[in-house]
C-alpha cells in the first residue's frame, strides 16, 4: 500500500464523483441563462429533490462496493456475483415505486420546498418527467459501486463523464426545442440517465455469468431481506440527511425568491465539493474491503493515513479555486445582477466548507469497506439535531447567515463524530480476538 497506489484507484473516482451532481449544475446554469427566476428557482428545488431523493438510496452504491471488494478479498466467485445482481433487483423496485407514488412524492415536495405559488406548476412539470428515469438511475449507482469494487475505476470514470457529457449536449438541444424551457431540461436529464445505464450496461455485461445457484439466490426473498436490514442503518443516515437539505431548502424560500435561488446555486457548488471529496472516499471503500478481507492492519491503516493526507491537500486546492475565480464562477451560474449580488453576500459559506466537511467523505468510506454504517448513521443524527438547534437560534436574528451557519455545524458535527469512532472501531476490528 502506497500513495502511488492509493491515487491510481482515487484520481478517477475523484473524477467520477466530481462529474456526479454535474446533472443538476447543468441544469441550473443553463436554465439560469435564461434570466427567468421563476424558471431557476423551479429547476433549483427540483434537482435538490432528486439529489436528496437519489442519495435515500445512495447505499446501493455504497454497500455495492464495499460488498463487491470483501467478496473478491475472498475470492468467493458467486458473492461477487450476487453483489451486482440483488442490488440492482432492489434499484429496479425502488425506482418503479418511485412511479406508482409520483402523486404523492411530488405534491409532498411542492408543499414543503415551494413558497411562491408562480413556481409549483414548473416544479411539477420537472419533478414529473424525472421520475420516469429513476428505475435507470438507481440502477447505475449499482454498476458503479460493483465496477468500484472491482478496482475497474476507470471504466466507472468513463460511465459518468460518458453520462454528463450526453447531459449536456441535451439539455442545450432541448431547452430550444421544448416551449417550456423547465420541461425541456428535465426530459433531456432523464433521457441521459437512461443513456447512463445503458452504456454502464455495456461495460458490465462481459463481466457477469449466469448460473443456477445465481438464479436460485435471486428468488431467495430472504436474503433481501437481509441485505436491507444490513443496510438499514445507511437508510436512516440518509433520511436524516435529506430531512437537513430540505430544511436547508425551506429556510431559504422563507428569506425570499431570490436568497432560495442564490442557495440553490450554492447548493450546487457544495454538492460539486461533497462528490470531490466522496471520491476519494469511494477509494478508501475499495481498500479497505480489501484490507478487511486479509484481516491486514498494515493496510487499513496506511488506507486512512494517505486518505486524509488527500483530504487536506484537496481542501487547500478546491479553497483556492473558489476564493481566486469567485467572479467567474458566479457568472457562470447567471448574468441577473441582483441575483450575483445575493449570491456573492453568501459565497463566504462554500469557501469555509470544505475545511468542514472533507473528514466526513473520508470515514463515511472507510465505514462503508468495513460494512459498519453505524457510526455513520449516529454522526447524521446527531448533525441533525445541532443543525436545528443552531437554525432555531439564529435564522430568526440574522436570517439567511444563520442558515448557511447551521449548515457548516452540521457538516462539523458529523466529521467530529466519524473521526472519533473510526479510532475506537480501528482498535477493536483488528484486536486478536477478533482476527481470531
Given at each position: 500500500?502506497?500513495?502511488?497506489?492509493?491515487?491510481?484507484i482515487?484520481?478517477?473516482?475523484?473524477?467520477?464523483?466530481?462529474?456526479?451532481?454535474?446533472?443538476?449544475?447543468v441544469?441550473?446554469?443553463?436554465?439560469?441563462?435564461?434570466d427567468?427566476?421563476?424558471?431557476?428557482?423551479?429547476?433549483?428545488?427540483?434537482?435538490?429533490?432528486?439529489?436528496t431523493?437519489y442519495?435515500?438510496?445512495?447505499?446501493?452504491?455504497?454497500?455495492?462496493?464495499?460488498?463487491?471488494?470483501?467478496?473478491l478479498?475472498?475470492q468467493?466467485?458467486?458473492r461477487?456475483?450476487?453483489?451486482?445482481?440483488?442490488?440492482?433487483?432492489?434499484?429496479?423496485?425502488?425506482?418503479?415505486?418511485?412511479?406508482?407514488?409520483?402523486?404523492?412524492?411530488?405534491?409532498?415536495?411542492?408543499?414543503?420546498?415551494?413558497?411562491?405559488a408562480?413556481?409549483?406548476?414548473?416544479v411539477?412539470?420537472?419533478?414529473t418527467?424525472?421520475?420516469?428515469?429513476?428505475?435507470?438511475?438507481?440502477?447505475?449507482?449499482?454498476?458503479?459501486?460493483?465496477?468500484?469494487?472491482?478496482?475497474s475505476?476507470?471504466?466507472?470514470?468513463?460511465?459518468?463523464?460518458?453520462g454528463?457529457?450526453?447531459?449536456i449536449?441535451?439539455?442545450?438541444?432541448?431547452i430550444?426545442?421544448?416551449?417550456?424551457p423547465?420541461?425541456?431540461i428535465?426530459?433531456?436529464?432523464?433521457?441521459s440517465?437512461?443513456?447512463?445505464?445503458?452504456?454502464?450496461?455495456?461495460?458490465?455485461?462481459?463481466?457477469?455469468?449466469?448460473?443456477?445457484?445465481?438464479?436460485?439466490?435471486?428468488m431467495?426473498?430472504?436474503?433481501?431481506?437481509?441485505?436491507?436490514?444490513?443496510?438499514?442503518d445507511?437508510?436512516?443516515?440518509?433520511?436524516?440527511?435529506l430531512?437537513?437539505?430540505?430544511?436547508?431548502?425551506a429556510?431559504?424560500?422563507?428569506?425570499?425568491v431570490?436568497?432560495?435561488?442564490?442557495?440553490?446555486?450554492?447548493?450546487?457548488?457544495?454538492?460539486?465539493?461533497?462528490?470531490?471529496?466522496?471520491?476519494?472516499?469511494q477509494?478508501?471503500?475499495?481498500?479497505i474491503?480489501?484490507?478487511?478481507?486479509?484481516?491486514?492492519?498494515?493496510?487499513?491503516?496506511?488506507?486512512?493515513?494517505i486518505?486524509?493526507?488527500?483530504?487536506?491537500?484537496?481542501t487547500?486546492?478546491?479553497?483556492?479555486?473558489?476564493?481566486?475565480?469567485?467572479?467567474?464562477?458566479?457568472?457562470?451560474?447567471?448574468?441577473?445582477?441582483a441575483?450575483?449580488?445575493?449570491?456573492?453576500?453568501?459565497?463566504?459559506?462554500?469557501i469555509?466548507?470544505?475545511?468542514?466537511?472533507?473528514l466526513?467523505?473520508?470515514?463515511?468510506g472507510?465505514?462503508?469497506?468495513?460494512?459498519?454504517?453505524?457510526p455513520?448513521?449516529?454522526?447524521?443524527?446527531?448533525?441533525?439535531?445541532?443543525?436545528?438547534?443552531?437554525?432555531?437560534?439564529?435564522?430568526p436574528?440574522?436570517?439567511?447567515?444563520?442558515v448557511?451557519?447551521?449548515?457548516?455545524?452540521?457538516?462539523?458535527?458529523?466529521?467530529?463524530?466519524?473521526?472519533?469512532?473510526?479510532?475506537?472501531?480501528r482498535?477493536c476490528?483488528?484486536?486478536?480476538?477478533h482476527?481470531?
Amino acid at each position: 500500500m502506497s500513495t502511488k497506489s492509493f491515487w491510481l484507484i482515487a484520481y478517477p473516482l475523484v473524477l467520477a464523483g466530481f462529474s456526479t451532481p454535474l446533472l443538476g449544475v447543468v441544469d441550473t446554469i443553463v436554465i439560469a441563462n435564461t434570466d427567468e427566476l421563476t424558471a431557476i428557482g423551479a429547476v433549483a428545488v427540483g434537482a435538490v429533490v432528486f439529489n436528496t431523493l437519489y442519495w435515500l438510496f445512495g447505499f446501493l452504491k455504497i454497500s455495492t462496493s464495499g460488498f463487491t471488494a470483501q467478496a473478491l478479498g475472498k475470492q468467493d466467485a458467486t458473492r461477487v456475483q450476487m453483489s451486482l445482481f440483488r442490488p440492482l433487483v432492489i434499484a429496479f423496485v425502488v425506482g418503479t415505486s418511485f412511479l406508482l407514488f409520483l402523486i404523492p412524492i411530488r405534491e409532498t415536495a411542492i408543499h414543503l420546498l415551494v413558497t411562491d405559488a408562480s413556481m409549483a406548476d414548473s416544479v411539477r412539470t420537472y419533478i414529473t418527467t424525472r421520475l420516469y428515469a429513476a428505475p435507470f438511475a438507481l440502477g447505475t449507482y449499482v454498476l458503479l459501486g460493483w465496477l468500484i469494487g472491482h478496482g475497474s475505476v476507470r471504466t466507472a470514470l468513463v460511465i459518468q463523464v460518458g453520462g454528463n457529457l450526453m447531459n449536456i449536449i441535451l439539455d442545450v438541444w432541448f431547452i430550444h426545442v421544448f416551449y417550456d424551457p423547465v420541461a425541456g431540461i428535465a426530459f433531456a436529464t432523464s433521457l441521459s440517465e437512461v443513456m447512463t445505464f445503458g452504456l454502464g450496461w455495456l461495460f458490465v455485461q462481459s463481466r457477469i455469468t449466469f448460473s443456477a445457484q445465481i438464479s436460485r439466490d435471486l428468488m431467495n426473498t430472504g436474503a433481501y431481506i437481509t441485505y436491507l436490514t444490513v443496510n438499514r442503518d445507511l437508510f436512516i443516515r440518509t433520511v436524516f440527511l435529506l430531512l437537513m437539505t430540505g430544511s436547508f431548502t425551506a429556510l431559504g424560500a422563507k428569506q425570499g425568491v431570490e436568497a432560495l435561488s442564490a442557495n440553490a446555486i450554492l447548493f450546487q457548488l457544495q454538492y460539486v465539493i461533497a462528490y470531490w471529496f466522496s471520491g476519494i472516499g469511494q477509494a478508501s471503500t475499495v481498500l479497505i474491503g480489501r484490507a478487511i478481507g486479509q484481516k491486514s492492519n498494515e493496510t487499513y491503516r496506511l488506507t486512512v493515513q494517505i486518505g486524509s493526507r488527500f483530504i487536506l491537500w484537496s481542501t487547500v486546492i478546491i479553497t483556492v479555486l473558489l476564493s481566486v475565480a469567485q467572479d467567474g464562477i458566479i457568472h457562470l451560474f447567471t448574468e441577473d445582477i441582483a441575483l450575483r449580488s445575493t449570491i456573492e453576500t453568501y459565497y463566504m459559506w462554500i469557501i469555509l466548507y470544505p475545511f468542514i466537511g472533507g473528514l466526513a467523505m473520508l470515514y463515511e468510506g472507510v465505514f462503508a469497506g468495513i460494512g459498519d454504517a453505524r457510526p455513520v448513521r449516529n454522526s447524521l443524527i446527531y448533525a441533525f439535531i445541532v443543525f436545528t438547534i443552531v437554525a432555531f437560534l439564529l435564522v430568526p436574528s440574522i436570517g439567511n447567515h444563520g442558515v448557511w451557519l447551521a449548515f457548516l455545524c452540521f457538516s462539523l458535527t458529523r466529521s467530529l463524530s466519524l473521526a472519533m469512532n473510526e479510532r475506537r472501531r480501528r482498535n477493536c476490528l483488528f484486536s486478536p480476538s477478533h482476527l481470531s
